[in-house]
């Protein structure tokens, strides 16, 4: 019985972790990582335009790290670091390039 109420606790604060953008969603079909303003796409693919895009736009907001996620449901999941701001900008250039 412990350890199936320690079992539930875990999923319960790892959901809690990605509804809360603390951690990427699990599910994301793309994931780009971005580290001392580099960007590294460490799942699916990203167009070299796109990529230019999101650079130039995280460059500008002063944003040095961070992820971000799209979701095989075309959502966009971004870590809390990324401002709310310049969030729209970005699914903007990830979503219908």
């Known amino acids: 019985?412990?350890?199936l109420l320690i079992a539930v606790a875990v999923a319960i604060l790892?959901?809690?972790a990605v509804l809360l953008h603390f951690v990427p969603p699990p599910h994301a079909k793309v994931l780009i990582?971005?580290?001392d303003q580099q960007l590294k796409v460490t799942r699916g693919q990203v167009r070299a335009q796109s990529r230019e895009f999101i650079s130039d736009i995280l460059q500008q907001a002063g944003i040095t790290s961070g992820r971000i996620a799209?979701?095989?449901y075309n959502r966009a999941?971004?870590?809390r670091n990324?401002?709310?701001g310049i969030r729209q900008r970005?699914?903007?250039v990830l979503l219908n390039n």
Do not use: C
Request: no cysteine.
């Open 70 to 72: 799209i979701t095989y």
């Open 1 to 3: 019985m412990g350890l």
């Open 90 to 92: 970005l699914r903007n």
């Open 77 to 79: 999941a971004f870590l």
């Open 14 to 16: 790892g959901l809690l």
């Open 82 to 84: 990324i401002p709310v």
């Open 33 to 35: 990582k971005i580290r």
